[in-house]
């Protein structure tokens, strides 16, 4: 999964400027960055959900020209091989548990109904909610709602989980349920790309680490480096310091 040379507007606001970042399949790539740095941008852009004005996109055996109209059956290609995770859960409040992790497969794979079902209960297994099949949103915290919405999203076997800002409404403990979910399957290789302010977790689970401000890639390699106390580049030391408050006196 790749981006080259990148650009979006939004009014006159130059979001991000010939942008160039690859995403290797098999690990997890967590963007950061301060609020309004072009992260949530760039995550959204590799599901469409945001069209660039110019600049490529490749991922498998796509190739869009953002400088042209991209096609309905090209978003829907794409959109079948990521899948998303917002902040806010985006579950369809009229039906129940198991309802919101078949819908994707029945309707858009054409995935017979029992199968999509046996599947879903073994994704709540996965996400720790085994007993929670015929329970509706509205009956769920927030970390269980959001640990459904990454079921849904495994459902529809996506060869990329998009994350974007997944934990940021949740209180430490419930945030902590998700974390989990999310580590196992960076233990497991599923590609990941996650948009997060949580700089603990980040080093955790990274593969990679891109940091991002005022939609420049400032930062783009190995959470190693990234977090080494020695990290020449002192705009990112102060970032850090800041998000872990290594620095309230």
Not at 108 to 134: D, F, H, S, W
Not at 135 to 151: D, K, M, N, T
Not at 209 to 234: K, R
Request: glycine letters at 6%; proline letters at 5%.
């Amino acid at each position: 999964m790749k981006l080259t040379n990148i650009n979006k507007s939004f009014g006159n606001k130059h979001v991000l400027k010939n942008t160039t970042l690859d995403f290797p399949a098999g690990k997890t790539t967590v963007m950061v960055g301060p609020s309004g740095s072009g992260k949530s941008t760039i995550l959204r852009s590799l599901n469409l959900l945001v069209m660039p004005e110019s600049g490529q996109y490749d991922f498998g055996n796509h190739h869009l020209d953002f400088s042209h109209k991209v096609s309905s059956k090209d978003k829907l290609a794409i959109r079948q091989e990521t899948g998303m995770v917002f902040q806010d859960y985006n579950l369809f409040p009229n039906k129940t548990v198991l309802g919101n992790i078949i819908e994707g497969p029945t309707q858009v794979l054409k995935q017979p109904k029992q199968e999509a079902i046996k599947v879903a209960r073994e994704l709540l297994a996965k996400v720790g909610l085994t007993e929670y099949g015929e329970a509706y949103p509205h009956e769920l915290s927030g970390g269980q709602a959001q640990r459904v919405a990454i079921a849904r999203a495994l459902a529809m076997r996506p060869k990329y989980i998009l994350l974007d800002e997944p934990t940021s409404a949740l209180d430490p403990e419930l945030e902590l349920s998700v974390l989990k979910v999310l580590l196992q399957l960076a233990d497991e290789r599923q590609s990941m790309v996650i948009v997060t302010h949580n700089m603990v977790f980040a080093k955790r689970v990274a593969d990679k680490i891109i940091f991002v401000e005022d939609g420049e890639i400032l930062y783009d390699g190995s959470p190693t480096s990234f977090f080494a106390p020695n990290n020449p580049n002192q705009r990112i030391k102060n970032f850090i310091a800041s998000m872990t408050m290594e620095n309230l006196k």
